[in-house]
Protein backbone atom coordinates (compact mmCIF):
# COMPACT_ATOMS: atom_id res chain seq x y z
CA UNK A 1 0.00 0.00 0.00
CA UNK A 2 1.41 3.62 -1.05
CA UNK A 3 0.92 6.22 0.81
CA UNK A 4 1.33 8.60 -1.95
CA UNK A 5 -1.27 9.74 -4.03
CA UNK A 6 -0.75 10.80 -7.45
CA UNK A 7 -1.90 14.69 -8.29
CA UNK A 8 -3.22 16.21 -11.67
CA UNK A 9 -3.65 19.79 -11.80
CA UNK A 10 -4.19 21.96 -14.59
CA UNK A 11 -2.82 25.47 -14.68
CA UNK A 12 -2.89 28.11 -17.27
CA UNK A 13 0.53 30.90 -16.66
CA UNK A 14 1.12 33.98 -17.92
CA UNK A 15 4.43 35.63 -18.08
CA UNK A 16 5.61 38.97 -18.83
CA UNK A 17 9.69 39.14 -19.79
CA UNK A 18 11.73 42.20 -19.55
CA UNK A 19 15.44 41.69 -20.41
CA UNK A 20 15.18 38.05 -20.46
CA UNK A 21 14.14 38.48 -16.90
CA UNK A 22 10.32 37.72 -15.75
CA UNK A 23 9.16 41.34 -14.32
CA UNK A 24 5.09 39.39 -13.75
CA UNK A 25 3.57 36.15 -13.23
CA UNK A 26 0.45 35.29 -13.28
CA UNK A 27 -1.59 31.84 -12.60
CA UNK A 28 -5.11 30.51 -13.28
CA UNK A 29 -6.68 26.89 -11.46
CA UNK A 30 -9.90 25.71 -10.11
CA UNK A 31 -9.12 26.52 -6.40
CA UNK A 32 -11.86 23.35 -5.83
CA UNK A 33 -10.21 20.89 -7.12
CA UNK A 34 -6.87 21.85 -5.79
CA UNK A 35 -8.11 22.12 -2.60
CA UNK A 36 -9.79 18.60 -2.91
CA UNK A 37 -6.39 17.52 -3.72
CA UNK A 38 -4.23 19.01 -1.02
CA UNK A 39 -6.49 18.07 1.67
CA UNK A 40 -8.76 14.98 0.80
CA UNK A 41 -12.21 15.00 0.43
CA UNK A 42 -14.98 15.98 1.81
CA UNK A 43 -13.01 18.92 3.49
CA UNK A 44 -11.30 20.16 -0.14
CA UNK A 45 -14.46 20.45 -1.55
CA UNK A 46 -16.48 22.22 1.24
CA UNK A 47 -13.64 24.56 2.06
CA UNK A 48 -12.58 24.91 -1.76
CA UNK A 49 -15.44 27.19 -2.88
CA UNK A 50 -15.19 29.66 0.14
CA UNK A 51 -13.97 33.41 -0.60
CA UNK A 52 -12.35 33.18 2.64
CA UNK A 53 -10.14 29.90 1.78
CA UNK A 54 -9.41 31.73 -1.78
CA UNK A 55 -8.47 34.69 -0.27
CA UNK A 56 -6.00 32.37 1.97
CA UNK A 57 -4.39 30.88 -0.65
CA UNK A 58 -4.19 34.31 -2.58
CA UNK A 59 -2.59 36.32 0.13
CA UNK A 60 0.07 33.08 0.69
CA UNK A 61 0.96 32.91 -2.58
CA UNK A 62 1.60 36.77 -2.89
Do not use: C, Y
Request: proline residues 3%; aromatic residues 12%; positive net charge.
Amino acid sequence: MSIFQEVKGEIDALFRFDDNLIVRHHDEFDVRRWSAMALGRPHGLLFGWTPMWRKTIRDRAA
